[in-house]
């Protein structure tokens, strides 16, 4: 079984200061893992990914996360803020075998204060 | 960029109705699933299908819900008899396992009224 938690449901932070998003995901197997961003009556778009390359994985619009196996978590950062990040930010896993399902945390909203 | 496309974009129904949300994934995946967002809530887990068949489905997934591929590029959600808290944003998904892309389509927002 495989799961996602994300800390904080909402998370305001200054234009131009760091964003921190949490995400922790339990995993019987090795991980694949997921940022997804979803703007305001949109759909969802990939930011990055996480497949057993490279622990520290670089995405769109300026995000990266790190997998970090002994902490299970794989938090999202931007060293600076944009007003343009105001979204609703989705982790979540897939298990690398067989025919898991994606599972998604339950969401970060993330403002951006001017 | 491959995408997965949905239609329709939004669909206003009565209660009791049917409805069919249609879905195009990308061509060479072999992986597909539905997922449903009530509004303002998390992305749900409904459906995936491999192999021209069921290979899990959620506790939400009930009998009143169904999917097909009927001609080898669509993929459909049928919803039965429609119920107020079937209101939620659908979203299709394909996803190739060896490049372990996940594509979304953009949604169908079902109203039902």
């Known amino acids: 079984a495989q799961s996602v938690t994300q800390l904080g449901s909402h998370v305001s932070v200054s234009e131009g200061a760091l964003v921190l998003l949490r995400c922790n995901y339990s995993s019987s197997v090795p991980p694949y893992l997921f940022w997804y961003v979803q703007y305001p009556n949109q759909g969802l778009q990939l930011l990055l990914k996480?497949?057993?390359?490279?622990?520290l994985v670089k995405g769109i619009n300026g995000f990266e996360a790190e997998f970090k196996k002994s902490e299970t978590s794989f938090h999202l950062t931007k060293p600076s803020a944009h007003m343009s990040d105001a979204a609703e930010y989705f982790c979540?896993?897939?298990?690398?075998?067989?025919?898991?399902?994606?599972?998604f945390g339950t969401g970060t909203r993330l403002t951006i204060i001017p | 960029e491959p995408e997965v496309t949905q239609t329709p974009s939004h669909q206003v129904t009565q209660m009791g109705q049917e409805v069919i949300l249609r879905c195009v994934p990308i061509s060479n995946h072999l992986y597909f699933y539905w997922y449903r967002q009530i509004l303002g809530q998390k992305v749900e887990f409904l459906v995936s299908?491999?192999?021209?068949?069921?290979?899990?489905k959620s506790e939400i997934f009930d009998d009143q819900f169904s999917v097909e591929r009927p001609d080898g590029s669509n993929f459909t959600l049928k919803i039965r008899s429609t119920k107020l808290e079937d209101s939620a944003m659908y979203f299709c998904?394909?996803?190739?396992?060896?490049?372990?892309?996940?594509?979304f389509g953009q949604g169908t927002r079902l109203t039902v009224v």
């Open positions: 998904a394909s996803i190739d396992r060896a490049n372990t892309e996940a594509f």
């Open positions: 979540a896993v897939l298990s690398n075998i067989g025919n898991e399902k994606l599972t």
């Open positions: 299908f491999y192999n021209n068949e069921i290979s899990e």
């Open positions: 996480y497949t057993s390359a490279a622990t």
